[in-house]
């Protein structure tokens, strides 16, 4: 009875708040920051739990009711309308676009990527796996208005062009081991009925991820042709589907994600065992590292990445013989683990709106780095 009372009281302190802002929505501009570029209306929903921050930072502790609160919680933010990503654009069809991919920005010219930045970084990544005897491949995983600009609002696709493969792609470095996807993901996502990324979701489904990795692999064999060739039917390739994708997704607790995802015995090349190495309270189960050893008898693969990773990693397991699965951290991957695992091949997946950022170089001599420290103070 207690807890009832308990999960009761504090849904009331979530949901009310939720509610009040919803009704005065239309009425309340201070409220609803609206940003208008021609007619495009994108609304900044960051605001929508503010008055229960304090209520927030105590559900992060464990007591008695927690897990029914946290899903009355999940359901009612859904419910209202509101989500975790600050703004939502709303496209054609009901699909649905993270401006957390800086959609408006980069096409309006306020935001550049950084591609020296990223060439020196990568570039010493690379040299410092090839000291290993690692061969090295970068990939970027496309924004999805990049792969769907047709499915935006009508006037944003219309007023701007989003080419398949930005330019940029040209000024990567050419001693770069650079994997592009862009061509390859854009084909298939002009087939009839293909769709290879989530509606409402940011990242590609596992029929996007299926191809991502399939591409991947295939240029990894052109150097090493003993690596199983990654050939799945669909039937086979649904199988290594982790969960739908949404945007009322990214507001469940871990726990709830973890529900939802597809079980080890269940995958196309389901792993002969699977352990946590480093274990993170970060937001998914990708910012653990792990040690997934399976029944190929490929060689052994480092994959360095993010969430888009989180949602195609499984096929990997098909072609190589252990897959030791981390987190790039924005940069701060933990190299000694790296090296402790020897790996034979090395794939670094970054998505495109990471670009934007100036990712922590562990290669940096440690006088720059101390700079760069005093320089934040």
Same mark, same amino acid.
């Given at each position: ?11 009331? +302190? ?14 309340? /501009? ?53 989500? &975790? ?96 996807? +862009? ?6 996502? /002009? ?8 509606? &409402?979701?940011?990242?590609? /489904? ?27 039917? @669909? ?11 949404? +945007? ?48 190929? &008898?490929?060689?052994?693969? @480092? ?16 072609? +190589? ?52 420290? /005093?320089?934040?103070?």
């Amino acid at each position: 009875m207690q807890d009832k009372l308990i999960t009761y009281l504090f849904s009331a +302190f979530i949901i009310l708040p939720s509610l009040l802002y919803v009704i005065g929505i239309r009425n309340d /501009n201070q409220v609803t920051r609206e940003k208008k570029i021609g007619q495009v209306e994108i609304r900044n929903l960051k605001d929508v739990f503010k008055g229960s921050e304090k209520i927030d930072t105590k559900l992060l502790k464990e007591f008695p009711g927690r897990p029914e609160l946290m899903q009355v919680g999940f359901k009612s933010r859904i419910w209202l309308g509101a989500y &975790s990503t600050p703004k939502v654009i709303h496209g054609r069809n009901s699909w649905k676009f993270t401006s957390g991919a800086h959609v408006v920005d980069y096409a309006i010219g306020q935001r550049t990527y950084d591609i020296p930045f990223w060439n020196k970084l990568i570039s010493e990544t690379q040299s410092f796996f090839s000291t290993l005897g690692a061969d090295f491949y970068f990939l970027i995983a496309p924004n999805k208005h990049r792969i769907y600009p047709n499915r935006l609002p009508p006037y944003l696709e219309n007023y701007f062009q989003f080419q398949n493969t930005p330019d940029y792609i040209s000024h990567i470095d050419p001693n770069i081991s650079f994997v592009n996807l +862009f061509p390859v993901l854009k084909r298939a996502a /002009n087939k009839r009925g293909d769709i290879i990324y989530h509606r &409402s979701g940011t990242h590609w /489904n596992w029929r996007g991820g299926y191809i991502a990795a399939q591409h991947a692999i295939d240029k990894v064999r052109e150097s090493n042709h003993f690596i199983p060739k990654l050939e799945l039917s @669909l039937e086979s390739q649904k199988k290594g589907k982790l969960m739908d994708d949404s +945007f009322e997704d990214m507001v469940a607790p871990r726990k709830e994600r973890r529900k939802h995802s597809v079980h080890n015995s269940e995958l196309p090349c389901p792993p002969a065992t699977d352990s946590i190495l480093v274990k993170r309270n970060g937001p998914t189960p990708m910012w653990d590292t792990r040690l997934i050893k399976t029944h190929s &008898s490929g060689p052994r693969l @480092l994959l360095i990445g993010d969430s888009f990773t989180e949602f195609n990693y499984r096929f990997y397991l098909c072609s +190589f013989s252990e897959v030791l699965m981390m987190h790039h951290l924005n940069g701060r991957w933990d190299k000694k683990i790296a090296e402790q695992f020897e790996p034979d091949v090395v794939i670094y997946e970054v998505v495109e709106r990471f670009l934007h950022q100036k990712f922590t170089n562990i290669f940096a001599p440690a006088e720059k780095k101390k700079k760069r420290r /005093n320089d934040r103070k």
